[in-house]
């Protein structure tokens, strides 16, 4: 089981990285306006796949024994249903803001935590960069 575990988390940090490349390697097709829907729908996707890939790496680390979160004082506790439904609020609280302070990463999350919100700054300013390259290049 825990090669399983291990295995996904592997394959979710893969994807988030080849989703990151991805979108700054992407090319806004030619026209009228060089930031187009599909620009923003790649971002929107990127968007998803990393707090999905993060909240499956807080996941595996929870089954594998980890203490990741705490709500309140105490481990997050309950179904698995709802550890993943914290989980996924967290990741999703983590990379759009700084959080809110209902859960608590702890231990190794803490630094995971770190990583994930230095993605969620970097990552609209990826979307800008590479936008305004494009601009730049379309004009000379």
């Not at 698995?80 to 700084?98: C, G, K």
């Amino acid at each position: 089981m825990n090669w399983i575990i291990s295995g996904a988390l592997v394959l979710t940090t893969i994807g988030t990285i080849v989703s990151i490349l991805m979108l700054l390697r992407y090319r806004p097709i030619r026209g009228a306006y060089s930031v187009s829907l599909r620009h923003f729908t790649l971002l929107l996707l990127v968007y998803i796949t990393v707090i999905l890939s993060f909240s499956n790496l807080y996941l595996g680390l929870e089954l594998l024994g980890f203490e990741v979160l705490k709500e309140g004082n105490s481990h997050v506790e309950g179904t698995v249903n709802h550890l993943i439904e914290d989980i996924i609020y967290f990741s999703a609280v983590t990379l759009l803001s700084v959080g809110y302070g209902d859960l608590v990463p702890v231990g190794i999350g803490r630094m995971i935590a770190m990583v994930q919100a230095l993605f969620g700054y970097i990552l609209p300013a990826a979307f800008v960069v590479t936008s305004v390259l494009q601009v730049t290049k379309k004009e000379e």
